[in-house]
């Protein structure tokens, strides 16, 4: 009978633990929530305010997140949140051979996170180049 008594203690414990290390885990719910931004998702409905809720690199939430907790706020209020734009035509291919310029923050800071390039038939490599090796 003692040792059900032990057990029985052991088990409560061990569930408490894990109860315990579960709700820890949650606590946080995103790693990243942008609040009160106006929201253009790019699909060409109109813009919305809302929150945005990410964990990792991924965007798991759009909506009223009031509430919710993260391990970083960034408060967008006033300001536009859109996804990533795309420059379609541009001529920085020849920098971003260059280590100085390849991190391209003159887009980034536009917004822009994605550029095409060699659209005018140059680019970073040359076809010389390619031969030589």
Do not use: W
């Not at 709700?23 to 790019?42: E, S």
């Not at 991924?58 to 990533?84: C, E, F, M, Q, R």
């Not at 020849?94 to 996170?113: D, R, V």
């Amino acid at each position: 009978m003692k040792k059900a008594k032990h057990l029985a203690y052991f088990c409560f414990i061990l569930m408490a633990i894990s109860f315990s290390s579960n709700c820890n885990r949650t606590a946080a719910g995103y790693d990243i929530l942008i609040t009160n931004g106006k929201i253009v998702d790019g699909t060409g409905m109109a813009g919305f305010y809302g929150d945005i809720g990410i964990k990792g690199d991924t965007i798991v939430a759009i909506g009223d997140l009031s509430g919710k907790a993260a391990h970083k706020k960034i408060d967008a209020g006033g300001l536009v949140i859109t996804p990533g734009f795309i420059d379609m035509h541009t001529h920085c291919d020849g920098g971003l051979g260059s280590p100085e310029a390849n991190a391209n923050l003159n887009y980034l800071i536009q917004g822009t996170t994605t550029v095409v390039t060699g659209n005018c038939g140059d680019g970073t490599f040359k076809i010389d180049e390619l031969k030589e090796k």
